[in-house]
């Protein structure tokens, strides 16, 4: 039996997960739960990962994966997103690529710290899940190189599933190409004719620009991880 408290981050968690491909940040969590402090979130995520609902990511940066869902948010198909490579034991309902996996080209590398060149030709293919993508949408993949978004649960290495689009939301995770020749992965936002490209670590500053100098090529949809 979990608390409301607890019911209500298990579903604020896995919302995101599905819209993002990946959890939210802490200070995310507070904010929509309506807490004082991060520690009241720090004492949630232990009781759900010690009633088996999520499991934290060994070495990883506020890495979360949901292991399941109460009965009553249990909803048809549902597994994690985050896919693992070289375990010897998943958790019982860890998404697994089998053969309903489809290859997603890897586009080259995309940026989440300093500057790299924009998109390459493919280099080579993946296996995604088919879950993972959305129907009558073309996807490609990236491999991360960089820091800046660790705090959104994005390492360097990481391969991250980016659904083509050209538009985005506040607070989408994007691949967005600066001034035509820079590819980078950061959170959107949009403040009237200026667009920010939000950084998830400190270390890296939010860079603003005209919005007639940032394209949006893609938006994040999942995340595959090999240790």
Known sequence: MLTRKQLELLDFINKRVQRDGVPPSFDEMKEALDLRSKSGIHRLITALEERG???RLAHRARALEIVKLPEAMEAPGFSPRVIEGDRTDPPAKAMAVSAAAVDLPVMGQIA????IEALQHESHRVAVPG???TAKANHYALEVKGDSMI???INDGDVVVIREGQTAD???IVVALVEGQEATLKRFRRNGSSIALEAANPAYETRVFRDDQVKVQG???GL???Y
């Open 219 to 221: 938006r994040l949809v």
């Open 224 to 226: 595959i991880r090999t």
């Open 131 to 133: 879950s993972m993508l």
């Open 112 to 115: 989440a710290g300093v500057p």
């Open 151 to 153: 705090d959104a649960g």
């Open 170 to 172: 506040n607070g989408d």
């Open 53 to 55: 609902f999520i499991r």
